[in-house]
């Protein structure tokens, strides 16, 4: 029989373990909602530059109002130029079908499917492939294709 001392101590060292994964995983957490945010491009990025400028320059109120209306003009001329990027895509995407083969056009479709299911997901684009960690090797139609990664 062990002595309530031992049982003691085992229990204090999986609770230090529970809590130290806990906070690395709360860690983790906030870098990689961080990294989706930086890398989804849209209104959010141009709020959280404001955010960041805001923190790191310690903005005055005035200069907060007079650049958060310089950074919401700039994402309503980049709005109009979202939708140009996303035409030009999809008239890729067609010309691109229209080279491949029947079964390569299934699996073209299948990429889009999955990215599709990624950018709806919450998961940022050029993000893992759900093929054995294999790389997104295409976009949906409408999404510029993910730069490759090192």
């Known amino acids: 029989m062990k002595p309530a001392n031992a049982t003691w101590k085992v229990g204090l ?12 995983g709360g860690f983790a957490a906030v870098r990689l909602q961080k990294a989706f945010f ?13 955010n960041r400028l805001n923190e790191r320059l310690k903005l005055e109120e005035p200069q907060r109002g007079r650049i958060g ?5 700039t994402s309503d001329e980049l709005r109009p130029l979202r939708r140009e990027i ?4 999809q008239a890729m995407n067609t010309k691109i079908v229209a080279e491949l083969t ?3 056009r299934k699996e073209f479709e299948e990429m889009q499917r999955r990215w599709k299911e990624r950018v709806r997901g919450g998961r940022p684009p050029g993000g ?8 997104p090797e ?5 999404q510029p294709v993910p730069p490759p990664r090192p």
Do not use: C, N, Y
């Open 102 to 104: 029947p079964e390569q």
């Open 128 to 135: 893992r492939d759900d093929k054995k960690g294999a790389a």
């Open 138 to 142: 295409a976009t949906a139609p409408g």
């Open 38 to 50: 930086q890398r989804s491009g849209g209104p959010d990025a141009l709020m959280m530059h404001s």
């Open 13 to 24: 060292v999986f609770a230090g373990i529970f809590l130290a994964g806990a906070v690395a």
């Open 86 to 89: 996303d035409k030009a895509i």
């Open 69 to 73: 209306a310089i950074i919401a003009a």
